[in-house]
């Protein structure tokens, strides 16, 4: 069974930071794509931060140079830190782990997602 566990949101001032952490069990964690994605009242999820298995990544352009995306595959985590929080970054944030298989099968999970609010 599939799990993956976030953890580490919370309510933080303006400027401040937080860091993110999603562990995983049931997969092949170092295979996976992992991804942290946001999710704002009213709006749709989008993508935050992805970070290959050999850890190339994407950000999205609202969150580079704020947010930093990184996995250790020995603790099967990824972790999103977060600096300069805005009142805009308040959001539901998940975890996805995603694999495309060679023969084209795709593998999609996702947390159950932690809340981050940043407020004064």
């Known amino acids: 069974q599939v799990q993956l566990v976030e953890s580490g949101g919370g309510l933080v001032q303006p400027g401040g930071s937080l860091r993110l952490s999603c562990a995983a069990s049931?997969?092949?964690?170092?295979?996976?794509?992992m991804g942290w994605y946001r999710q704002a009242p009213g709006k749709e999820r989008e993508l935050v931060a992805r970070i290959t298995p050999g850890g190339r990544t994407n950000y999205a352009d609202s969150v580079k140079g704020r947010f930093t995306i990184s996995r250790d595959n020995n603790k099967n985590t990824v972790y999103l830190q977060m600096n300069s929080l805005k009142p805009e970054d308040t959001a539901v944030y998940y975890c996805n782990a995603h694999h495309t298989s060679w023969s084209g099968l795709e593998y999609d999970y996702w947390g159950q997602g932690t809340q981050v609010t940043v407020s004064s």
């Open positions: 049931g997969v092949a964690f170092s295979i996976y794509d």
